[in-house]
T-cell receptor, first 111, second 112 residues
Framework: GNSVTQMEGPVTLSEEAFLTINCTYTATGYPSLFWYVQYPGEGLQLLLKATKADDKGSNKGFEATYRKETTSFHLEKGSVQVSDSAVYFCALRTSYDKVIFGPGTSLSVIP | NAGVTQTPKFRILKIGQSMTLQCTQDMNHNYMYWYRQDPGMGLKLIYYSVGAGITDKGEVPNGYNVSRSTTEDFPLRLELAAPSQTSVYFC???????????FGPGTRLTVL
């Protein structure tokens, strides 16, 4: 079946550190991939997306590349800020147009 | 634009009580969704709707009901609240299936 796996959190980083949050997926066909972010007390909002293999999504300094050969969509940022503290969700859209979310990874950035 | 709004923000129910979680969107989206978010479990789809008058079950529909009489509104009904329904509930909408979903701020429900 279709599924999304993310690295377990919480992740705690110092400001300006490099961030990687791993995401791997299992899906039939050619899914679209997404990263959503949830700031404290708010709903999820789309951070970036990629619709085909080798696409790179980017937004607000975050990047993720759709790697079909490794079925991965890892989220990266070169220098995190305190304001990036949030929960990050990897998600995929299946060939049947259903969106499946991963369990989320909590990130805390300390000054 | 207000986007997706949900009421109430918080609610405590006793076992067996019923309530309706309200959701309204002003983006003229056809697709609307209800999710529940349990700690460390991500989001589970409860029900979704592809347009006014059309609803369908998601992964975890038991204990819930929905209706979609207008494009804007998609209320979620809990008929006999149980402790297992303690969760944070999110409503979302999208222009088309698989497109970006816009989420409301959530309703935190506790059943005691």
């Amino acid at each position: 079946g279709n599924s999304v796996t993310q690295m377990e959190g919480p992740v705690t980083l110092s400001e300006e550190a490099f961030l990687t949050i791993n995401c791997t997926y299992t899906a039939t066909g050619y899914p679209s991939l997404f990263w959503y972010v949830q700031y404290p007390g708010e709903g999820l909002q789309l951070l970036l997306k990629a619709t085909k293999a080798d696409d790179k999504g980017s937004n607000k300094g975050f990047e993720a590349t759709y790697r079909k050969e490794t079925t991965s969509f890892h989220l990266e940022k070169g220098s995190v800020q305190v304001s990036d503290s949030a929960v990050y969700f990897c998600a995929l859209r299946t060939s049947y147009d259903k969106v499946i979310f991963g369990p989320g990874t909590s990130l805390s950035v300390i000054p | 634009n207000a986007g997706v709004t949900q009421t109430p923000k918080f609610r405590i129910l006793k076992i067996g009580q019923s309530m309706t979680l309200q959701c309204t969107q002003d983006m003229n989206h056809n697709y609307m969704y209800w999710y529940r978010q349990d700690p460390g479990m991500g989001l589970k789809l409860i029900y979704y709707s592809v347009g006014a008058g059309i609803t369908d079950k998601g992964e975890v529909p038991n204990g819930y009901n929905v209706s979609r009489s207008t494009t804007e509104d998609f209320p979620l009904r809990l008929e006999l609240a149980a402790p297992s329904q303690t969760s944070v509930y999110f409503c979302a909408s999208s222009y088309d299936t698989g497109q970006e979903q816009f989420f409301g701020p959530g309703t935190r429900l506790t059943v005691l």
